[in-house]
């Protein structure tokens, strides 16, 4: 009995070395990649997508066609938290702004027709960018964080550049050993993007908050700079298309691994080869009630 049980240990080791030494391709329409001896020949060709394996291009690009298409429809359910209470209302009831200041920079928004209501508390001279800060800090619970505009943070590059101005965010500060990244927002704070992040960078993210002026000067100094491993597709017809792209990339540099998820407006591929990786990003094709990040407001008094 003691043997049997031996052997059957034994067998099931192996068969569980030989589905990971020789994974099973994940595409379902897959013609030539189930057979062991092909997946034994073809092991070197795939490539995953999301911890999911494919043995040739072909498989990868009609896989990553169909992931595309369901990340495209979750971007267009995503939602933005609320806050708590507004910032104006906030910075009112602690002293910090009169009913007349609060009504004149709510119609100096209406007039432009963008910014959010803090732009213009500080742009008529009601409030400091400190101010609107730490009231934005207390609104979302999170710490302030002093970025300097004079100096780029170390781990500033970890993110896309179009993502950071979308967002109006940047990593600020980045524990190695904790694997703990701190990203600074400016306007409020994207969970969702977060959470992306997080799958994306395999870490544990920290929101806070920094001055938006000092945000804005690193981000240009940053903007001017070359960005080899960054790809920005603005406007692309449908997920089929995204496929071709991502595949052609995926050959070109020679990916072992694509990761991929929706973040705000962008689906956000990682493709990494060895040490290498690159960044693709898709912009969704804007809906009905899409607006840019300058003018996204649930009401007029919020921060």
């Not at 991929?260 to 689906?267: F, H, M, Q, T």
Request: charged share 20%; net charge positive.
């Amino acid at each position: 009995m003691s043997v049997a049980r031996s052997n059957f240990t034994a067998l099931d080791h192996f068969w569980k070395n030989w589905r990971m030494v020789f994974p099973r391709c994940h595409y379902a329409g897959c013609a030539s990649g189930q057979a062991g001896w092909r997946r034994l020949l073809r092991r070197h060709m795939g490539v995953r997508l999301r911890d999911a394996w494919y043995c040739t291009p072909q498989c990868f690009e009609m896989a990553a066609r169909q992931i595309f298409t369901r990340m495209a429809n979750a971007i267009d359910r995503q939602n933005s938290v609320t806050h708590r209470i507004p910032l104006a209302l906030l910075m009112l009831s602690r002293g910090q702004l009169t009913q007349e200041q609060l009504l004149s920079a709510l119609r100096a928004q209406r007039s432009a027709g963008r910014y959010k209501i803090g732009y213009w508390l500080e742009e008529l001279g009601f409030a400091t960018e400190q101010q609107v800060t730490s009231a934005l800090a207390l609104q979302w619970g999170c710490p302030v964080f002093a970025l300097s505009a004079e100096a780029e943070p170390s781990c500033a590059r970890m993110l896309p550049v179009c993502m950071m101005e979308f967002f109006q965010m940047m990593p600020v500060h980045y524990v190695k050993g904790m694997r703990v990244l701190y990203v600074g927002f400016c306007e409020k704070i994207e969970y969702t993007v977060l959470y992306a992040i997080e799958q994306m960078l395999d870490c544990r993210t920290q929101p806070c908050l920094v001055g938006r002026r000092a945000l804005k000067s690193v981000l240009e100094r940053i903007r001017l700079k070359p960005h080899p491993s960054e790809l920005v597709f603005e406007r692309l017809a449908d997920a089929a298309e995204m496929a071709r792209i991502t595949r052609s990339y995926v050959l070109k540099l020679g990916a072992e691994a694509v990761r991929a998820v929706a973040c705000g407006v962008y689906v956000w591929l990682r493709l990494e080869a060895g040490q290498n990786s690159m960044s693709l990003l898709f912009r969704a094709l804007a809906t009905e009630g899409t607006q840019s990040s300058e003018i996204r407001e649930e009401s007029p008094i919020r921060g």
